[in-house]
């Protein structure tokens, strides 16, 4: 049913709705809320600990006033709360409040506090009268991601019409109920309806706990299907250790590490086997996978075999296509690369399509182009996706279905507990590459709060004037009504204040591919000296000269996240240092920030995000990229992932077609 079909929808309601991704009805109830807001209970400003939403019952204490400036008009006055505690008021192009306001006068006041020093202020905050709020109490809002133009009230008055037209909702369900049942899930229209709109935290956890089973559900009976396909299936080709990675080998400046050479052996063992290697080389941030790729890579062109490397990202394919060009003319090897990327010309491509159809390009080097109908390859043998939890489980198999039966390997710097790992990787043997390569500096880190940020920038300029780039991480959108290039821009503008004389530019999500590349590009060939960025940056570029990243708002990214941010940086030879600053003064934030800043080991550090994540906590904007999923989180919900395994093998197991059919059916929707 078309949008325009709700009440209140027109034509340009409709375009926004559109760029927001959402172009029918019944893709309304998977549009999930980012966030929530909680209407609790008031509190005192004294127990106000950090930064963030809040009610206050307070009493006007001084008279208002009103400032006029160029482009807006500032209104502000002082209140107090029932300790005397004081606090400033800040109204935005809001005069009218002036009348609003009565000294001696009592009001509930809700907004967002943010507490610099002694002065805590709240902006834009709301009105209430004791009753009034009393109506409000416990209310649960759902916050929606958005596209400008795009209101949150917009959002929820369609998806409430949604729901309001469901006539039969038990035909959503895709689960027998003893299944229901055995698994402690709540049916799945009232955790659709309810994730939208809960009638309390319990009923939201619920809600939330039964689609993050669904997500990993519909990725299992995928990666069972993958496994199905491909777990038996003979070695077409063959491909041994060949002269030229082991003359390159010799010939590296380094010796590989333990866990290289094994990790290298075991691929060699693999594809001189009897049949098709499915492997994952899980490696934290530099320890060198690559290399090992591109050594297998030489094995298959030696024996005959074409091989193709897919990136996630154009800066990416663009690098190791660049590697490889370097080692290859270094060591005077007679292989052709090829590179081939959705930015490049039409006679580009085309050239790029004949050498790689006609057997000339023996390395194909890319993005998901590569996967693409019009690409035919000569005699692929062997398949590498680099960056693997940024390519869903389709694409997976995508690049390998380009061949016969070629190898496949999958190369992650995510390091994934591996009881979890076991079960996302189903399809694959697992390698782990987990040693630093030798005379590798450990990244110096440290955790500080706001007040040190202007060391911090000082810090910046010192290394700057070594010659050396910075990261700055952008602090996160919790704003419904900013945008993500807003907030970049916003920050870039200040720090381009608080460092003068270095060139700094922004970069976010939300920007064209070809300007996030042409920026990402121009970093890496040092015109950019501080890139201030969202968490886009997190995969996908390589600069050895940046030695600096600043997080800001560490506490609110989950561990592992902050380890992938952290990785950017320590990439070179000079020594790196990481900078977390955090605004919060919780106990549980220091406890998890003291494990990122006193460790490097990515493989601890994800282990200990899966023990300190409980089930609920995934309040706040989420911001991690793991594997693709919506909603459910690896790590959050490590318990709904047994559980879809569990389930996923048990329909498998028992040969419940119409399940699984049905099952196929509703997750294609849903993922």
């Known amino acids: ?18 760029k927001a991704g959402i172009t029918d ?19 005192l400003i004294s127990e106000i600990d950090e930064d963030g939403i809040y009610t206050l019952y307070l009493s006007i204490a001084s008279d208002v006033e009103v400032k006029p400036m160029k482009k807006l008009t500032i209104t502000t006055v002082f209140a107090v709360d029932e300790q005397n505690e004081r606090i400033k008021l800040t109204w935005f192009n809001m005069p009218f409040m002036k009348g609003a306001l009565r000294r001696g006068y009592r009001y509930m006041v809700r907004g967002r506090v943010v507490c610099r020093g002694s002065l805590v202020s709240m902006e834009q905050p709301k009105l209430y009268t004791a009753a009034e709020y009393e109506l409000k109490l416990h209310y649960i809002q759902p916050i929606y991601p958005l596209v400008k133009g795009l209101t949150n009230n917009m959002v929820t008055k369609a998806v409430t019409q949604y729901f309001a037209m469901q006539n039969n909702p038990e035909e959503m369900e895709y689960l027998p109920k003893e299944l229901i049942e055995r698994y402690e899930l709540k049916p799945l229209y009232e955790a659709i309806k309810y994730i939208h709109f809960p009638r309390g935290i319990n009923e939201m956890q619920e809600s939330r706990k039964r689609l993050a089973f669904d997500e990993f559900f519909g990725f299992m009976m995928k990666l069972e299907n993958l496994k199905s396909q491909r777990t038996y299936l003979e070695n077409e080709c063959m491909i041994h250790e060949g002269g030229y990675a082991a003359r390159l080998i010799s010939e590296l400046p380094y010796q590989l590490t333990e866990p290289q050479r094994k990790a290298y052996d075991e691929m060699v063992a693999d594809m001189s086997g009897k049949h098709v290697m499915n492997r994952l080389i899980q490696g934290d941030v530099g320890s060198g996978k690559t290399i090992i790729a591109v050594l297998a890579l030489l094995n298959a062109v030696e024996a005959g075999f074409q091989g193709a490397l897919m990136a996630p990202t154009e800066v990416l394919a663009k690098q190791h296509y660049d590697t490889v060009c370097e080692l290859l003319k270094k060591h005077e090897f007679p292989v052709t690369p090829v590179l081939l990327v959705g930015s490049m010309s039409a006679s580009q491509k085309k050239k790029a399509h004949e050498q790689i159809k006609d057997g000339t390009a023996d390395i194909i ?43 496949v390997c999958v190369m992650s710097a995510t390091p994934i507990p591996r009881t979890l790992a076991i079960i996302l990787y189903g399809d694959l043997d697992i390698s782990i590459i987990n040693a630093m390569p030798v005379g590798r500096l450990p990244i110096k880190n440290a955790v500080v709060g706001e007040e040190y940020r202007p060391n911090a920038y000082r810090f910046i300029m010192n290394q700057a004037a070594l010659g050396h780039q910075a990261y700055v991480i952008c602090p996160m959108v919790e704003d419904n009504e900013i945008s993500e290039s807003e907030n970049v821009t916003d920050y870039t503008v200040e720090l381009r204040k608080n460092l003068p004389g270095l060139t700094v530019e922004g970069l976010h999500g ?23 960025s969202t968490t886009v940056i997190e995969v996908g570029i390589n600069v050895p000269n940046a030695t600096v990243m600043l997080i800001e708002n560490a506490e609110k990214f989950g561990l592992a996240q902050l380890h992938q941010l952290r990785g950017r940086v320590g990439r070179g030879n000079a020594q790196s240092y990481c900078i977390f600053v955090s605004t919060s003064k ?22 200990q995000d899966l023990k300190l994540r409980g089930p609920g906590d995934f309040f706040g904007i989420r911001q991690s990229g793991d594997m ?10 490590a318990d709904m992932l047994k559980k879809a395994k569990d389930c996923a093998d048990y329909i498998i197991e028992n040969n419940l077609q119409n399940t699984l059919k049905k099952a196929f059916s509703q997750n294609d929707v849903m993922l």
Request: charged share 25%.
């Open 1 to 18: 049913m078309k949008l325009s079909s709700l009440k209140g929808i027109g034509q340009k309601t409709e375009q926004l709705f559109t």
């Open 25 to 43: 009805t019944s893709q309304l109830p998977y549009y999930y809320p980012r966030s929530y807001d909680i209407y609790k209970e008031p509190v």
């Open 365 to 407: 080097i890319g993005t998901n182009a590569l996967i693409q109908e019009k690409v035919e390859y000569n005699n692929l043998g062997f398949v590498v996706t680099d960056e693997q939890h940024r390519f869903g489980v389709n694409q997976r198999g995508g690049l390998a279905r380009k061949g016969g039966h070629p190898h």
């Open 586 to 607: 919780k106990e549980e934030a220091k406890q998890r920030l003291d494990i990122i800043g006193k460790s490097n080991d990515g493989f601890y550090i994800a282990e």
């Open 510 to 532: 939300q920007m064209a591919a070809d300007t996030k590349n042409d920026i990402m590009g121009r970093f890496a060939k040092g015109e950019i000296q501080v890139l201030v």
């Open 628 to 637: 693709s999923f919506t909603l459910a989180d690896i790590y959050t919900d």
